[in-house]
């Protein structure tokens, strides 16, 4: 079954880093999410994708975030100064359609120290 | 605002059925979805519904929706170890093309 990969499944990074967390999507897949996951809350809308631009955006998408689909394939999520309330499982998912329902990806755990 | 409850913690013993239950409170949701989390894993799409239906079956699944109540729950019959997991139910936000909005889950331990 087609999977969504994502890269690494563990990172500590210091605060004030840069981060890059990277999805490859399901080959066909024409919408893109992040979603995050805060330790003992609920998984949260970060960002959908389509068409090579944001489509929607939550208000914890602040500045400090963005995404791109560099080559086709990949799709990253950037923090560019992590804070220490940025430490939270980050997942990516695709889909072929708005709505039938999204294939997440394993996550990454993103730990700010 | 748009909100999905539902317990935290249900213990089944194998062989029995298994009932997560969720709530939500926007009635104009048009999609609604259980998915499925084992340890160390990503949230696996289960099944969905779409409001204009009460009931969908899928082998050992049944989802059934309460529009009036705004209560959807998932059935899993003869539940298996393999079964234990973390349920999450989401809606579709009503007010969006793309989000879903997510339950806490429910840790579902299966016994033998």
């Known amino acids: 079954e087609p999977e969504v990969t994502q890269t690494p499944s563990h990172q500590v990074t210091q605060m004030g880093q840069e981060v890059i967390l990277r999805c490859v999507p399901i080959s066909n897949h024409l919408y893109f999410y992040w979603y995050r996951q805060i330790l003992g809350q609920k998984v949260e809308f970060l960002v959908s994708f389509y068409n090579n631009e944001i489509s929607e955006k939550s208000e914890i998408f602040d500045d400090q975030f963005s995404v791109e689909r560099p080559d086709g394939s990949n799709f990253t999520l950037k923090i560019r100064s992590t804070k220490l309330e940025d430490s939270a499982m980050y997942f990516c998912?695709?889909?072929?359609?708005?709505?039938?329902?999204?294939?997440f990806g394993s996550g990454t755990r993103l730990t700010v120290v | 605002g748009e909100d999905v409850e539902q317990s935290l913690f249900l213990s089944v013993r194998e062989g029995d059925s298994s009932v997560i239950n969720c709530t939500y409170t926007d009635s104009s949701s048009t999609y609604l979805y259980w998915y499925k989390q084992e340890p160390g894993a990503g949230l696996q799409l289960l099944t969905y519904i779409f409001s204009n239906m009460d009931m969908k079956q899928d082998q050992r699944l049944t989802v059934l929706l309460n529009k009036k109540d705004k209560h959807l729950s998932l059935r899993i019959a003869d539940t298996q170890t393999g079964d234990s997991a973390i349920y999450f139910c989401a809606e579709k936000a009503p007010d969006s093309s793309y989000k879903l909005i997510f339950g806490s889950g429910t840790r579902l331990l299966v016994r033998p």
């Open positions: 998912a695709s889909s072929a359609d708005r709505n039938y329902g999204y294939t």
